[in-house]
T-cell receptor, first 115, second 116 residues
Framework: EAEVAQSPRYKITEKSQAVAFWCDPI?????LYWYRQILGQGPELLVQ????????DSQLPKDRFSAERLKGVDSTLKIQPAELGDSAMYLC?????????????FGQGTRLTVV | AQKITQTQPGMFVQEKEAVTLDCTYD???????LFWYKQPSSGEMIFLIY????DQQNATEGRYSLNFQKARKSANLVISASQLGDSAMYFC?????????????WGAGTKLIIKP
């Protein structure tokens, strides 16, 4: 069964280091999302791609976070430098298209701990 | 203002009982979609059920049904015959229309614990 692949599952990094997460959406899904989820809260959208274009990155802390989806397929989210407050679950999701009826399919997430 | 409100931070329910998880929403867009997701402790988000704003009937998927009351802007999830494996966080989410890039807007979630 098709699924969204994310790696790594877990990452521990020291404050001020760089960290990167990778996501491979379901084949054929044009829309890709990166979310950050603090424990006990709902997901917060960081960036939304339509193919290779960013359609919304208004909540992405651009001084330290960057995201790319160069060929409109897989995507990388980078944090440099990491801060203690970045400890969270980072979820990647994809959907076939941008539409109100489209469910988003999620990967298993990357649990980041910054020490 | 909160667009999705889940008023129950946590719930305990006896196994085999039915449970209702509350969700109210706020939108001026006549065209929107409502979703429920389950998030077990392992972390992945699992899609459960969808309701469109123009759908005349309440959505059902197996043991899950959605009690959609459009005038009250309410979309409660009903789980019938609860099982121990239903213990998880449950999130209500909404997609509005084109102007918002069809973003998913999320509630804060309800933690459901099923007691044996």
């Amino acid at each position: 069964e098709a699924e969204v692949a994310q790696s790594p599952r877990y990452k521990i990094t020291e404050k001020s280091q760089a960290v990167a997460f990778w996501c491979d959406p379901i084949s054929g899904h044009a829309t890709l999302y990166w979310y950050r989820q603090i424990l006990g809260q709902g997901p917060e959208l960081l960036v939304q791609f339509q193919d290779e274009s960013v359609v919304d990155d208004s909540q992405l802390p651009k001084d330290r976070f960057s995201a790319e989806r160069l060929k409109g397929v897989d995507s990388t989210l980078k944090i440099q430098p990491a801060e203690l407050g970045d400890s969270a679950m980072y979820l990647c999701a994809s959907s076939f298209r941008q539409a109100r009826t489209e469910e988003a399919f999620f990967g298993q997430g990357t649990r980041l701990t910054v020490v | 203002a909160q667009k999705i409100t889940q008023t129950q931070p946590g719930m305990f329910v006896q196994e085999k009982e039915a449970v209702t998880l509350d969700c109210t929403y706020d939108t001026s867009d006549p065209s929107y979609g409502l979703f429920w997701y389950k998030q077990p402790s392992s972390g992945e988000m699992i899609f459960l059920i969808y309701q469109g704003s123009y759908d005349q009937q309440n959505a059902t998927e197996g043991r899950y049904s959605l009690n959609f009351q459009k005038a009250r802007k309410s979309a409660n999830l009903v789980i019938s015959a609860s099982q121990l494996g239903d213990s998880a966080m449950y999130f209500c989410a909404m997609r509005e229309g084109q102007d918002s890039n069809y973003q998913l807007i999320w509630g804060a979630g309800t933690k459901l614990i099923i007691k044996p």
